[in-house]
């Protein structure tokens, strides 16, 4: 399982590669080159953020949840 997820991160990572190397490439001018790149890796870090944020709090909810439910059910 885990190799399976590990294997799809990976293709994800690759496909976003090139999704941004195509990208940059058709843009003609330099300097814009520079920027698109350099916003288009803003906004991956920003969702890997979204990402991480979000997969915390399911944890957490999910930590409280079942503290909640070991506690009710002791008593």
Same mark, same amino acid.
């Given at each position: 399982?885990?190799?399976?997820?590990?294997?799809? =991160?990976? +293709?994800? @990572?690759?496909?976003?590669?090139?999704?941004? =190397? +195509? $990208?940059? #490439?058709? /843009?003609? %001018? &330099? #300097?814009?080159?520079? @920027?698109?790149?350099?916003?288009?890796? @803003? /906004? %991956?870090?920003?969702?890997? #953020?979204?990402?991480? $944020?979000?997969?915390?709090?399911?944890? #957490?909810?999910?930590?409280?949840? &079942?503290?909640?439910?070991?506690?009710?059910?002791?008593?």
């Amino acid at each position: 399982m885990f190799k399976h997820k590990n294997t799809k =991160s990976v +293709e994800l @990572k690759q496909l976003k590669k090139m999704m941004t =190397s +195509e $990208i940059v #490439a058709s /843009i003609p %001018d &330099n #300097a814009l080159k520079a @920027k698109v790149k350099k916003c288009l890796e @803003k /906004i %991956d870090m920003a969702l890997f #953020a979204k990402h991480a $944020i979000t997969k915390a709090k399911f944890e #957490a909810s999910m930590k409280l949840s &079942n503290e909640l439910f070991n506690g009710k059910t002791k008593n």
